[in-house]
């Protein structure tokens, strides 16, 4: 079973910036979309941005212009840089790795952000 690790999270206060990375090893990762949704306590888990395996991104209507994806294929990581982090961004942070055409889809186990003065 593949599991993907993410790391970067911690707790930061309102308006400073982290970078989340997540590693996925052992697929073919230039097939996979990938991407990062949140859950916070008592919350439904959201979307917060996606990097296609054809290139596009999205974002979530609350992290745009804020937040920004990337991916080095050549390391088979997905980063997420937040800045302007608000108090609103405190959740567990969840990477996930989708092959659309094969119906797969691997998760990480989460890392935590607290955005806290």
């Known amino acids: 079973q593949v599991q993907l690790v993410e790391s970067g999270g911690g707790l930061v206060q309102p308006g400073g910036s982290l970078r989340l990375s997540c590693v996925a090893p052992?697929?073919?990762?230039?097939?996979?979309?990938m991407g990062w949704y949140r859950q916070a306590a008592g919350k439904e888990r959201e979307l917060v941005a996606e990097?296609?395996?054809?290139?596009?991104?999205n974002y979530g209507e609350s992290v745009k212009g804020r937040f920004t994806i990337s991916r080095d294929n050549e390391q088979n990581t997905v980063y997420l840089q937040m800045n302007s982090l608000k108090p609103d961004d405190t959740a567990v942070y969840y990477c996930?790795?989708?092959?659309?055409?094969?119906?797969?889809?691997?998760w990480g186990k989460g890392t935590p952000v607290t955005v806290s003065s």
């Open positions: 052992g697929i073919i990762f230039t097939y996979y979309d």
């Open positions: 996930y790795a989708r092959y659309r055409l094969a119906g797969i889809d691997h």
């Open positions: 990097s296609t395996s054809g290139g596009r991104t």
